[in-house]
């Protein structure tokens, strides 16, 4: 199935490096996923050192710390075409990482980004994200963990949950309370703490529905020492920081989920129009076709916002309520689409092994993951001024 990729953003070097990309997908990641899918593991550090190798790792990140200097559409390109990748783990846990960095880049002084930002663009070292804990998900103003002030350090204590990456990163970027004063919202910092860290230690694998190459666990902090000068940026604007960094976290998801979606669709037709019912191929049902229809129609929608929010993000806009808006919908869609494709598949559309079988487990993460579509919804809602502060403001006006 082709896919049309219209964008004022796009040029003959993006169809470039959308070519190496997708050659680097099929011939060194699609090979090998049957067999990482049947082990519950991929061999993420050499995955991560050749993304790395191809600059896939620093494509919009600055020339001087390893980045190609480019901007984010290109990061674009490569979610779309990884997202093609058998195994979704993969592009998964690449986005984990490349969430970890943003604030780093942006904010970080230089020996910060010498020290961590330079191996993670080479992929030499794998990064985590640390914000989500077991009573903050989805209400990141309420995560727990601490950091206070000792000497030159700074002494971590609390515990992260559903961390990506966990069990192979090198370091990890902590969202952490840094006061108990300026409310929940200004009391918070990013932090960049090295795995190895006396105090520092990783749980147990959690045994997750999907995403089974990508590994996932608890990171717990006991009296965690580090040096002052691991702050990102500015004490207190950690929470700031963060919510920039999800918009680069959902809009990645966005586009490599459209690419998935897409594959699903491709998979059904392609079994579907094999498979005979009545004397007929199982496609030259109406209700199907239209099915599939729909969905399509649903996601060339969804792509077309997630566009026009690299469009306004490459301009420095903001663009929290289109990619809110991108990430709900594909949400949605991430539901409803592989389990509609599955029940065309009848019988194989429940065997374990079926590739659109992985993809209803591995794509349900989408609905939940980086801000579930709930949250999604309250954002977009703040954004037009119906609730929340923005709202109080208008009606003293």
Not at 25 to 30: A, I, R, S
Not at 57 to 72: A, C, Q, R, S, T
Not at 215 to 224: C, H, I, L, Q, S
Request: charged share 20%; with cysteine.
């Amino acid at each position: 199935m082709e896919t049309i990729h219209v964008s004022n953003l796009f040029t003959s070097a993006h169809e470039d490096m959308r070519r190496g990309i997708k050659k680097f997908v099929d011939q060194e990641l699609n090979p090998h996923a049957d067999e990482w899918e049947a082990a519950g593991a991929a061999p993420l550090p050499s995955i991560f050192a050749r993304a790395g190798e191809l600059g896939l790792l620093g494509i919009n990140k600055p020339v001087e710390f390893g980045g190609l200097g480019l901007d984010f559409s290109y990061v674009m390109v490569a979610a779309e075409e990884l997202g093609h990748a058998h195994s979704p783990s993969i592009p998964f846990a690449i986005g984990a990482h490349l969430s970890a960095i943003p604030a780093l880049t942006a904010h970080g002084s230089d020996a910060l980004r010498n020290e961590f930002l330079v191996p993670a663009i080479s992929g030499e070292a794998v990064a985590s994200i640390g914000v989500s804990e077991s009573g903050a998900g989805s209400d990141v103003s309420a995560i727990k963990t601490t950091a206070r002030k000792d000497g030159g350090d700074y002494v971590i204590n609390g515990a992260k949950m559903w961390i990506t990456n966990s069990t192979h990163a090198r370091w990890i970027s902590l969202l952490v309370n840094t006061s108990e004063e300026g409310g929940p919202y200004r009391n918070k910092s990013l932090i960049l703490v090295p795995m190895d860290t006396r105090g520092v230690s990783v749980g147990k694998p959690l045994h997750k529905l999907g995403m089974h190459c990508s590994d996932t666990a608890p990171v717990f902090f006991d009296e965690v020492r580090v040096p002052q000068r691991h702050l990102i940026g500015e004490e207190g604007k950690g929470f700031i920081y963060q919510m920039e960094q999800f918009q680069h976290e959902r809009l990645w998801a966005c586009l490599r989920s459209i690419s998935a979606l897409e594959d699903a669709i491709a998979l059904t037709v392609d079994y579907t129009s094999e498979r005979r019912t009545f004397g007929k191929p199982l496609i030259e049902n109406q209700a199907l076709y239209h099915r599939l229809a729909d969905y399509l129609s649903q996601i060339e929608a969804v792509r077309s916002i997630a566009y026009r929010a690299g469009e306004a993000l490459v301009s420095e806009l903001d663009v929290t309520r289109l990619v809110s808006m991108a990430k709900y919908l594909v949400g949605k869609l991430a539901l409803e689409v592989p389990s509609g494709c599955a029940q065309y598949f009848g019988g194989q559309g429940y065997m374990w092994e079926n590739r659109i079988t992985r993809m209803l487990r591995d794509l349900r993460i989408v609905a939940v993951g980086g801000g579930a579509n709930e949250i999604m919804l309250d954002v977009i809602a703040k954004e037009m001024g119906w609730i929340g502060k923005r709202s109080r403001q208008r009606g003293s006006n």
